[in-house]
């Protein structure tokens, strides 16, 4: 017990050296986000959305803890030729609205943060809603997003389904991202990519006559490339 005060204040005393090294910054972020859904479908496509919001730098070292919260458009387009739509090519673009929550851990070239970094880390999303827009060869019809976990048909008696433009999805997404970046000053450029580990698709569920039936849906995960430009405000090193 006798050593607990050495202890003690050398725990202090590495907390005080820690905290003055260590440096805070945050800003505004703009991007664009280039988006499609890793699935089996053969008729899925990439559509292109922005991204925007606001950005922290916590520094330490050649380290640094980036978290943001972000409204980023994502989602996917998908052409394909219905039955019975002659020749005409349907062209689906679906955009999902999501509040993004990276929480990213990067390397820089520079103990200050500026230079060349590499960072990695996990992301939530939470999913606000979105627009489901389907393009025919003879005119144009628009959706909504709808959110929820699972979607059912009902089928009834009849021969054909009612048109329906909406699109379905859930509201949680998480996954993690990758990239790099270079730092200049207060401007920090960034190139990421995106992949989501949860299947955004809801389960789809078939009523006919009475009887539900579960169908064998796609499964759809989120992916995509981000190009960024946060400009920081704080100390300077």
Partial sequence: ???FPYLLGSCLWLTGVAHAQASFRF????????SSVRTTDPYVAARTGVEAGVVGALQWGHFAFQPGVLYTQR???RRDMPL??????????TRLDYLSIPLQVAYSQHTNGRGFQLFAGPYLGVLLGGRNKITYGNGQE??????TN????DIGSASYLLPDYNAYARRLDLGGQVGVGYQLGSALVQLSYSLGLRDA?????????GLTYDSDKDTYRNRSFQASLSYLIGPRG
């Fill in 1 to 3: 017990m006798k050593y």
């Fill in 201 to 209: 698709n809801p389960t789809e569920l078939y009523t006919i006559g």
């Fill in 142 to 147: 628009t959706g909504r997003v709808v959110i």
């Fill in 27 to 34: 800003g505004p972020r703009v991007g664009i986000v280039r």
């Fill in 84 to 93: 019975g739509a002659g020749a005409g090519t349907r062209i689906t673009s």
């Fill in 75 to 77: 989602g996917f387009a």
């Fill in 150 to 153: 699972t979607h059912t048909v």
